[in-house]
């Protein structure tokens, strides 16, 4: 399955399990996608890649260029979606 399609079950997951706003599906739209984009533009992989050492990694990356309050909220975002994907059984560990 490519990241795009994990972004559409999620959302999914999120609207109809979850109960989120349109609001915060949205954000966790774009955080999800910003995070794809990283993780390609440094040829880390795709979701199913992600170690602990690539989402701290990443965490000290968005600490470089946003407020601490929005790396909580993307960080936020990115352990809800890991923990999704622990539930699908595609990953055994939250890197998050």
């Avoid at 990241?3 to 997951?13: A, K, P």
Wanted: glycine letters at 2%; aromatic letters at 16%.
């Amino acid at each position: 399955m490519t990241d795009r399609e994990w972004i559409v079950l999620f959302e999914d997951y999120c609207r109809n399990a979850l109960r989120y706003s349109e609001h915060t599906i949205s954000a966790y739209h774009n955080d999800l996608k910003a995070f794809s984009t990283f993780l390609k533009r440094e040829a880390f992989g795709g979701f199913l890649d992600v170690s602990p050492r690539i989402a701290k990694f990443y965490a000290a990356h968005l600490s470089e260029t946003h407020k601490a309050r929005s790396v909580a909220r993307k960080i936020s975002a990115l352990k809800t979606f890991f923990r999704f994907l622990n539930e699908q059984d595609s990953m055994e560990a939250n890197p998050f």
